[in-house]
């Protein structure tokens, strides 16, 4: 069985940056979309940045222009560069990547923007 571990969530202030990664344990053949969700405290999850094997992206309009989504093929691993951090990006990020065979979530990682 393959896992996503996701990693690089924390404490930041407003204005600053972040990389999240997110990791397969093992090889996921033909992977065609990768994204990045999240939940915000008391509220439900939502999109935040979707990528396809065809490279199509796709952003939260909240987002774009301060979050990019990006994968590194060889590694089999998701990145969300975030920057310009506001308190509203604040929430738990969840990385989701779907193959023919299989569809998976990683844990979740806490992303906290707070003075």
């Known amino acids: 069985q393959v896992d996503l571990v996701e990693s690089g969530g924390g404490l930041v202030q407003p204005g600053g940056s972040l990389r999240l990664s997110c990791a397969a344990s093992?090889?996921?053949?033909?992977?065609?979309?990768m994204a990045w969700y999240r939940q915000p405290p008391g509220k439900e999850r939502e999109l935040v940045a979707s990528?396809?094997?065809?490279?199509?992206?796709n952003y939260l309009d909240s987002v774009k222009g301060r979050f990019t989504i990006a994968r590194d093929g060889a590694k089999n691993t998701l990145y969300l560069d975030m920057s310009s951090l506001k308190h509203e990006d604040t929430a738990v990020y969840y990385c989701?990547?779907?193959?023919?065979?299989?569809?998976?979530w990683g844990q979740g990682t806490q992303v906290t923007v707070s003075v």
């Open positions: 989701h990547m779907i193959s023919p065979r299989t569809e998976l």
């Open positions: 093992g090889t996921i053949e033909n992977i065609y979309f």
């Open positions: 990528k396809t094997s065809g490279g199509l992206t």
